[in-house]
């Protein structure tokens, strides 16, 4: 101890002549700094309320509620996160989650409130005086995510592999791309109410991840007895409204579903779905057409114990998915994997039966309890313009039908497809594969009315069709197929400007003034496709009512007005796929409270 | 090492008594007792803890750390939450230096993962590691002085801390709760001109360093009370498990940043302080060293941080991602000592296990009962502060 220590503490006195360093709140209040994690604002336009923040938050602070003016509608399920500030920490993992970025946090950091209710609020809804403020937290740099964002790429077969044959494209997940792939969903079910079949999506997925396969087989089947099918050639608008779709990729929910079906063994369909024994029933069904549609129902009704019976106007099952898809898109025994379950059910077919020729529908009336009619649209629509009456213009449905049916097709030099849906892209890459193996060149061109941007067909189509060495040339209007001395020449057309009007109706714009032509040899016509159903006798038709556009109008179990005639498939709502599967499902629940009810009385 | 020519300690030859089991016997109706109460709340407790001290006059003669005011169960809550959710949670067991729990944790989740961090993110961790030191001692440093009534340095002290905070806002969001270090990296880069503000705050902290070694460390009075007092005996540092400023006043060179590096922590040019006289005063003044390391390697974590790079690493979507099973401990070196976590997965998405071994068990609760023993009462704050006891880390 020395007099050193007495004097030394004394110097603190020298703060006597230094300034306070206190802020004073709030006369000189100073701002959050620019990342601080302040209070919540969300842009509630870009919201979708896919509830990823309310999943991550730990507390469970975050609810989704629905809010006054924001409607549910396709990827949006109308709700928006309610924010609890009695449970908040401040972690800010809702911002860093945000599949559309449109939660954040304000550096706002003072509240003051009586009312402890006021809380909890809706942050972009209920007003509050940081929602305009623009510092505050923010999903940090680009590198640093959560989740990933890129969707895991699937093994193709390269143009040059594919143009010559009909062999499949795509080859499918592995284990552990699929899994990749499985992790990368937010289970926020936006996908299941865009889907017509509402499947279990979410669901099945994490039955991948868990890698429990036959949990996911059976899932698939509770809404969707084709899985192979749609696993491979689903229009998938689940897709389209996929949360992981806003900062990155959608999900590949397709491909997954394709790779759960791909797991399973045909043989073991029965065990997986506890389908051996099936109680029958007494009543009968009869089902025109075995299309997604008339399959689906059979499925459901044969699962329920109904004697079900298929009537086919072609000699195989499986309608425009075998007589319309090229194999290239879907193999034949794929297709038969999905059928062959429904057939071993017990489930009857006879084949090569056209209805209103070989059997009526009075017959049909009486032998059966009810009738569901699937007979989807075979039948070509014309162009009508000047030359269609020529012999090589063709209907792009039937030269695919003729294509399954290993009839022998005219494969011409030139060739040239008026249209540009799914079905144009079809008929012009099978087309490509048949010039390939004839004459080992592509010379095909398809043309349509849409502009580029609007071309009716998925985007991989009219890529894949490119890759493959056809001509897309959109945007053209055909006006006149040329011949001369009998030989078709080629086909004049003109651009067309636009072909809706304000209100989205079909109003083609041309302009006369800029025209082209076309060389071609052979003409095919794919415009779409219209049902033919001259099989349904006059008598039931004036019992039918019919909608506005002049479909047959059917209740939401596609029940007609007659009462025991159903309905569903491309003829009433589609045409796809994925419709006819749900048109089919619906209709059997229909169908079996239709003959539960006659029961009673 | 008592100071003989001021050891006014009491004879100790005819009470208490001790018995066959080396411990005192103490009858309460003898009127030679008096059970008192120090904490929960008391302004010399650190924290929601108290002591129940038995005294003879003003002289300590047993004493029983009584904790049990904090529980929050937070270990169990973790079993109940996803990896990614537990770092919201994890902070709140130490919070006076919080990001030690965020590290661990973060570690702990990578290693049972198998994933390794970019560089740029492990620079930033040693960065707010350190950060969380400095504003720890700032608080700690002068608080010494205040647990013996010499509140001038913590105003100071706390002043500065809070300009480290400020930083800490800057770059993480938070003041206290920093929440930035998660599994697989941090929550982003350093902000425009944040090395040139804190630079600042360090020249502001060198000064503070030297005023308050005038005001605290060459002030006769702390010297007098603190100097001989609260003796720790090296013996007991293995014994009890003493780490960190506690073991190195002790003599023993115990750091975990050296004895088993961790981050880059090899790449900085630095010497653990180490003092022998292992009383109150040492403790304080080994801390008080310890200030001036952490800003030196704040510097030389400054010059060295990439600008560039990844500040997390790719991992599985964090919604549902499972650990694979198997179990691992992961320590850091907090401004208290090693500082641990051992975590079991069993393979799902949630933690099986998490348990976090903090130093403050350790130091207050066995040892702090043990040297309680003929402690004067106005001591015994003092005591506990100088051990940096914290009870949030005991009960988590």
């Known amino acids: 101890?020395?007099?050193?220590?007495?004097?030394?503490?004394?110097?603190?006195?020298?703060n006597v002549f230094r300034d306070p360093v206190t802020v004073k709140d709030p006369l000189n209040d100073r701002p959050g700094a620019a990342r601080y994690r302040g209070?919540?604002?969300?842009?509630?336009?870009?919201?979708?309320?896919?509830?990823?923040?309310?999943?991550?938050?730990e507390n469970e602070a975050i609810s989704l509620v629905p809010v006054?003016?924001?409607?549910?509608?396709?990827?949006?399920?109308?709700?928006?996160?309610?924010?609890?500030?009695?449970?908040?920490?401040?972690?800010?993992?809702?911002?860093?989650?945000?599949?559309?970025?449109?939660?954040?946090?304000?550096?706002?950091?003072?509240?003051?409130?009586?009312?402890?209710?006021a809380f909890k609020f809706i942050p972009g809804v209920d007003k509050m005086p940081w929602?305009?403020?623009?510092?505050?937290?923010?999903?940090?740099?680009?590198?640093?995510?959560?989740?990933?964002?890129?969707?895991?790429?699937?093994?193709?077969?390269?143009?040059?592999?594919?143009?010559?044959?009909?062999?499949?494209?795509?080859?499918?997940?592995?284990?552990?791309?699929?899994?990749?792939?499985?992790d990368r969903c937010i289970e926020c079910g936006l996908c299941?109410?865009?889907?017509?079949?509402?499947?279990?999506?979410?669901?099945?997925?994490?039955?991948?991840?868990?890698?429990?396969?036959?949990?996911?087989?059976?899932?698939?089947?509770?809404?969707?007895?084709?899985?192979?099918?749609?696993?491979?050639?689903?229009?998938?608008?689940?897709?389209?409204?996929?949360?992981?779709?806003?900062?990155?990729?959608?999900?590949?929910?397709?491909?997954?579903?394709?790779?759960?079906?791909?797991?399973?063994?045909?043989?073991?369909?029965?065990?997986?779905?506890?389908?051996?024994?099936?109680?029958?029933?007494?009543?009968?069904v009869a089902i025109i057409g075995s299309g997604p549609a008339g399959l689906s129902a059979a499925y459901y009704l044969r699962k329920l114990g109904y004697q079900v019976k298929i009537f086919e106007a072609l000699p195989e099952a499986g309608g425009m998915m075998r007589y319309g898809i090229p194999e290239y898109r879907l193999p034949y025994d794929q297709l038969d994997k999905d059928i062959n379950l429904i057939l071993n059910l017990g489930t009857e077919i006879q084949y090569n039966t056209r209805i209103g020729k070989d059997i009526s529908m009075e017959e049909l009336q009486k032998s059966y309890d009810a009738v569901f009619a699937a007979t989807g649209l075979h039948d070509g629509r014309s162009t009508r313009i000047p030359g269609t009456d020529h012999e090589h213009v063709y209907m792009a449905a039937d030269l695919l039908r003729d294509i399954t049916s290993s009839k022998e097709i005219p494969v011409m030099e030139k060739v040239l497809v008026i249209g540009g849906g799914n079905v144009a892209m079809d008929i012009t890459r099978s087309m490509a594969r048949l010039q390939n193996q004839k004459f080992g060149r592509v010379q095909v061109i398809a043309t349509a009315l849409e502009g580029e941007e609007i071309l009716p067909a998925d985007r991989e189509e009219i890529v894949e069709a490119r890759e493959e060495q056809a001509v897309i040339n959109p945007g053209w209007g055909p006006t006149e197929i040329v011949i001369e001395d009998g030989k078709l020449k080629g086909l004049l057309v003109q651009r067309c400007l636009s072909v809706f009007d304000e209100n989205g109706g079909f109003a083609p714009k041309f302009d006369p003034e800029d025209t082209d032509f076309f060389p071609a040899d052979m003409v095919i016509e794919s415009i779409g496709q219209g049902a033919n159903l001259s099989y349904i006798p006059q008598s039931v038709k004036d019992e039918l009512e019919y909608t506005d556009r002049g479909r047959i109008k059917v209740d939401s179990h596609f029940q007609s007005s007659?009462?025991?005639?159903?309905?569903?498939?491309?003829?009433?709502?589609?045409?796809?796929?994925?419709?006819?599967?749900?048109n089919g499902h619906k209709a059997a629940i229909g169908i079996d409270q239709f003959i539960q009810e006659t029961q009673k009385k | 090492m008592k100071n003989k020519l001021f050891n006014i300690s009491p004879d100790r030859s005819k009470y208490p008594t001790i018995g066959k089991d080396?411990?005192?016997?103490?009858?309460?109706?003898?009127?030679?007792?008096?059970?008192?109460?120090?904490?929960?709340?008391?302004?010399?407790?650190?924290?929601?803890?108290?002591?129940?001290?038995?005294?003879?006059?003003?002289?300590?003669?047993?004493?029983?750390?009584?904790?049990?005011?904090?529980?929050?169960?937070?270990?169990?809550?973790?079993?109940?939450?996803?990896?990614?959710?537990?770092?919201?949670?994890?902070?709140?067991?130490?919070?006076?230096?919080a990001d030690s729990n965020e590290y661990c944790l973060a570690v702990g989740t990578e290693k049972l993962a198998g994933i390794d961090v970019p560089d740029r993110a492990k620079w930033l961790r040693m960065l707010t590691l350190e950060m969380s030191r400095l504003q720890m001692l700032l608080r700690i440093v002068p608080g010494q002085g205040g647990t013996m009534g010499l509140g001038i340095g913590v105003q100071w002290g706390m002043y500065l801390r809070d300009l480290i905070l400020d930083r800490f806002e800057e770059l993480t969001g938070g003041r206290i709760y920093h929440m930035y270090i998660l599994p697989g990296g941090v929550r982003g880069g350093l902000p425009e001109g944040f090395e040139t503000r804190l630079e600042e705050n360090l020249k502001d902290i060198e000064k503070f360093v030297h005023r308050i070694d005038n005001v605290l460390y060459q002030n006769a009075v702390f010297r007098k009370r603190a100097m001989g007092v609260g003796y720790l005996d090296p013996s007991w540092v293995d014994e009890y498990g003493v780490v960190g400023s506690n073991a190195r006043a002790a003599g023993f060179k115990r750091d975990v940043r050296k004895d088993n590096p961790y981050l880059f922590y090899e790449q900085l040019d630095w010497e653990v302080p180490i003092k022998t006289e292992s009383d109150i005063y040492t403790r304080a003044r080994i801390r008080w060293y310890d200030l001036q390391v952490t800003i030196d390697l704040i510097r030389q974590i400054l010059a060295k941080i990439p600008k560039t790079g990844d500040v997390r690493a790719k991992t599985p979507n964090v919604m549902h991602w499972k650990i694979p099973a198997g179990q691992t401990y992961v320590k850091s070196e907090s401004s208290r000592g090693e500082f641990g976590f051992f975590m079991v997965s069993d393979g799902t998405d949630k933690p099986r296990r998490i348990n976090l071994r903090g130093p403050s068990y350790t130091h207050a609760v066995p040892l702090l009962e043990r040297m309680l023993i003929n402690t004067n009462i106005a001591d015994v704050g003092a005591l506990m502060v100088s051990l940096q006891t914290c009870p949030p880390e005991i009960e988590r």
């Not at chain 1, 972690?91 to 003072?110: G, I, M």
């Not at chain 2, 650190?46 to 270990?75: C, I, P």
Request: hydrophobic share 30%; net charge negative.
């Open chain 1, 192 to 284: 299941i109410s865009t889907c017509p079949a509402h499947m279990g999506i979410p669901e099945y997925i994490a039955a991948i991840r868990e890698d429990d396969i036959n949990e996911g087989f059976k899932k698939l089947y509770e809404t969707n007895p084709l899985p192979e099918i749609c696993g491979r050639i689903c229009t998938h608008k689940c897709e389209t409204v996929c949360a992981m779709g806003h900062r990155g990729d959608p999900l590949s929910i397709r491909w997954l579903k394709r790779y759960i079906a791909d797991q399973i063994e045909s043989d073991d369909y029965k065990k997986v779905l506890e389908l051996d024994s099936i109680e029958n029933k007494d009543q009968k």
């Open chain 1, 1 to 14: 101890m020395s007099l050193k220590h007495i004097i030394k503490p004394f110097s603190a006195w020298s």
């Open chain 1, 39 to 57: 209070f919540h604002q969300n842009d509630i336009e870009s919201c979708i309320g896919c509830g990823a923040c309310s999943t991550i938050c």
């Open chain 1, 562 to 582: 007659a009462k025991w005639l159903f309905f569903g498939g491309d003829i009433i709502e589609g045409p796809d796929v994925i419709h006819g599967i749900a």
């Open chain 1, 68 to 117: 006054d003016g924001i409607e549910t509608k396709e990827g949006d399920s109308g709700l928006r996160p309610l924010v609890d500030y009695g449970r908040c920490c401040w972690c800010a993992l809702c911002v860093d989650v945000c599949s559309t970025e449109s939660l954040k946090l304000s550096n706002h950091y003072t509240w003051v409130g009586e009312d402890p209710e």
């Open chain 1, 131 to 182: 929602d305009e403020e623009e510092l505050g937290w923010k999903r940090p740099e680009d590198n640093y995510e959560l989740n990933n964002f890129k969707r895991i790429s699937m093994l193709e077969l390269t143009p040059e592999a594919r143009d010559k044959s009909f062999i499949e494209i795509v080859k499918g997940y592995s284990k552990q791309e699929a899994q990749e792939e499985a």
């Open chain 2, 22 to 97: 080396g411990k005192p016997e103490i009858d309460l109706s003898s009127g030679k007792f008096v059970k008192i109460w120090q904490g929960p709340n008391h302004p010399g407790v650190t924290g929601n803890m108290s002591l129940e001290l038995t005294v003879s006059g003003d002289e300590v003669v047993d004493a029983k750390t009584h904790v049990g005011y904090l529980h929050r169960g937070f270990e169990k809550l973790f079993e109940r939450r996803k990896y990614i959710q537990c770092f919201p949670t994890s902070i709140r067991m130490c919070v006076p230096e």
